[in-house]
């Protein structure tokens, strides 16, 4: 999972767990996660690019944002 690319589907940020769609190549398809932010920062808002940073299974994510 840590590398894995994706998008917010439900605002990240501080004091929120949002949500993230992965693209899981094994599984040949999107999946959901509930997401956290990796590292403090901006809000993340529906639609930006993430990468998936740790992974704690079975369904959670810390993600930063892909970009500047």
């Known amino acids: 999972m840590i590398g894995s690319t994706g998008r917010v589907t439900g605002a990240v940020g501080a004091g929120l767990v949002g949500e993230v769609m992965v693209h899981v190549?094994?599984?040949?398809g999107a999946e959901a996660f509930l997401a956290y932010l990796?590292?403090?920062g901006d809000r993340l808002v529906v639609g930006t690019p993430v990468v998936v940073i740790e992974y704690h299974?079975?369904?959670?994510?810390?993600?930063?944002p892909i970009g500047p």
Do not use: G, I, N
Request: glycine share 0%.
């Open 25 to 28: 190549p094994q599984r040949r």
């Open 38 to 40: 990796a590292v403090p």
């Open 57 to 64: 299974p079975p369904r959670t994510v810390y993600v930063a």
